[in-house]
Nanobody
């Protein structure tokens, strides 16, 4: 059974930076597109970024474009999300998931607050 574990969340001031990681195991990580999905307080799930297997085709939602960078290290079975110039509205639980949406991590909380 596939397993995904996010880490790197925390509390940061507006304008700050965080780097999220998602460690994958028990499946062929390098064979899957991967997504970052978030859920802000009181809102639904939002896919904010995706990356293809080779890491050279990426997508960003308008809400994070220019601030967040997705990447992956297939040798380490790890997905990353570099988050810069954070805003209060970026507060959410961030999840990584396979493109098939069949396996999810437990999520990592990102709180942007002054």
């Amino acid at each position: 059974q596939a397993h995904l574990v996010e880490s790197g969340g925390g509390v940061v001031q507006p304008g700050g930076t965080l780097r999220l990681s998602c460690e994958a195991s028990a499946f062929n990580f390098s064979g899957f597109w991967m997504y970052w999905v978030r859920q802000a307080p009181g809102k639904g799930l939002e896919r904010i970024s995706s990356i293809n297997v080779g890491g050279d085709n990426v997508y960003y939602a308008d809400s994070v474009k220019g601030r967040f960078t997705i990447s992956r290290d297939n040798a380490k079975n790890t997905l990353y999300l570099q988050m810069t110039t954070l805003k209060i509205e970026h507060t959410a639980v961030y999840y990584c998931t396979r493109a098939s949406y069949d396996y999810w991590g437990q999520g990592t909380q990102v709180t942007v607050s002054s």
